[in-house]
């Protein structure tokens, strides 16, 4: 069984097909630049060399229909099914769901709780559809994974009649992530999930931790947007609301200006001038005092996070990093981790954390209580299981 698994965005659509007899990538690539004069799509396969294609993308039909006439050409002409990752399913979506006309329109009809990802990624399903109306087509939630937590966690505390009238609450986000680490994690382990109580920590641009008991989602940092929660490349994470307040009144900021504050102008970026950790972490070993405030500063929250999300689960088996981040920074796990061994029993062996490469690794000393553990995640092969499982079961 073939699975071409899309992530379409407002002008980008993110594509791969997998062999699902054994998993394999069969090909992977790109649509950029939809809209704009120049487009770009390209296309790579295990058996030929990557081909690009630069000419006008006027939309995301004309996208598909390159990159499903690239994929023709490189002898990957038919698939069984299409899985669409969407990021916001509100309360309506708690599993991967077939698509039909109706589907679609209550994915629009979210858009309002995720108006950059949910027009985009239901423009990438209507295209889908019209391009391969025969083909069964699945929608996998960004935040399904995370409707198993308890209404005490994903409650805010503000009059219930903004919940029940706005929908106002936690959702989370990286579900399909976090679903696929504490899978990878328990198979790792050789445990059942249902045995697990797990700490998952996607550590990305976007950054989140999660709260794992017995393989169901209890809490998670992201709330009702991905802006909660972490220090992030450029979002903020947690911060006293009143400081909006504050400055919507001393500066006259608006809501688009406060928008723009928190959510492109703040994180490693606000307080250090760059979101990428690789060259924070560079102008830190340089000197630059603001640099290791803003790796302190993450790695602080994250750590805070471990501890809350300790006392939630009441035992923790493993903390599981993913990401680019999680997989990457020897420095950002080492200050998520210190200290936390006389409260915690969490302890890093330095050398095992050095010398991480690649794939699921055991980073944890031998007198840790709790594992530490580092999990590639692979959310587009989640996106195919998940698909998968809908249109055989």
């Not at 069984?1 to 997998?18: E, P």
């Not at 006309?101 to 889908?128: F, K, Y």
């Not at 989370?172 to 445990?191: D, I, M, P």
Request: aromatic letters at 6%.
């Amino acid at each position: 069984m073939k699975i071409l698994v899309l992530n379409s965005g407002s002008s980008s659509i993110k594509f791969q097909l997998f062999e699902m007899e054994d998993e394999r990538v069969l090909a992977s690539g790109l649509i950029e630049q939809i809209g704009e004069i120049s487009g770009r799509a390209t296309l790579k396969s295990s058996d030929a060399e990557p081909v690009t294609k630069v000419c006008g993308i006027t939309d995301h039909q004309v996208g598909l229909e390159m990159m499903q006439e690239m994929l023709k050409e490189a002898g990957f002409g038919s698939f069984d099914a299409i899985g669409h990752r969407v990021v916001h399913g509100g309360e309506v979506f708690h599993v991967p769901t077939l698509i039909d006309d109706e589907v679609l329109q209550v994915i629009e009809g979210l858009s309002p709780l995720a108006p950059l990802h949910n027009p985009a990624n239901a423009a990438g399903i209507r295209v889908a559809k019209s391009v391969n109306p025969t083909l069964p087509q699945v929608a996998v939630f960004d935040t399904a994974f995370h409707q198993t937590l308890p209404k005490h966690a994903y409650l805010y505390a503000l009059p219930y009649e903004l919940y029940e009238k706005a929908d106002i609450r936690r959702y989370g986000f990286h579900g399909t992530s976090h679903a696929f680490v504490a899978q990878s994690a328990a198979e790792y382990l050789n445990q059942p999930p249902e045995s697990l109580n797990l700490i998952t920590l996607h550590l990305g641009n976007g950054a989140s931790a999660t709260a794992i008991k017995a393989g169901k989602s209890i809490d998670t940092s992201m709330g009702m947007t991905p802006l909660e929660g972490l220090v992030m490349g450029t979002r903020s994470g947690d911060l006293d609301p009143a400081i909006l307040f504050y400055l919507a009144r001393k500066y006259g900021m608006s809501i688009d200006e406060l928008d723009q504050l928190l959510n492109k102008q703040s994180g490693l970026k606000g307080i250090s001038g760059k979101n990428d950790l690789r060259s924070v972490t560079e102008a830190a070993a340089s000197g630059d005092e603001q640099a290791k405030t803003a790796m302190a500063m993450m790695g602080y929250r994250i750590k805070k996070y471990i501890g809350a999300y300790t006392a939630a689960l009441g035992r923790v088996d493993a903390i599981v990093f993913t990401g680019g981040i999680g997989e990457h920074s020897v420095e950002m796990r080492n200050l998520a981790c210190e200290g936390l061994s006389d409260g915690l029993g969490i302890m890093l062996d330095p050398d095992k954390n050095s010398a991480y490469k690649r794939g699921v690794m055991e980073l944890h000393s031998d007198q840790s209580r709790v594992k530490v553990l580092v999990v590639p995640t692979n959310e587009e092969l989640e996106i195919a299981r998940q698909t998968k499982m809908m249109i055989t079961s």
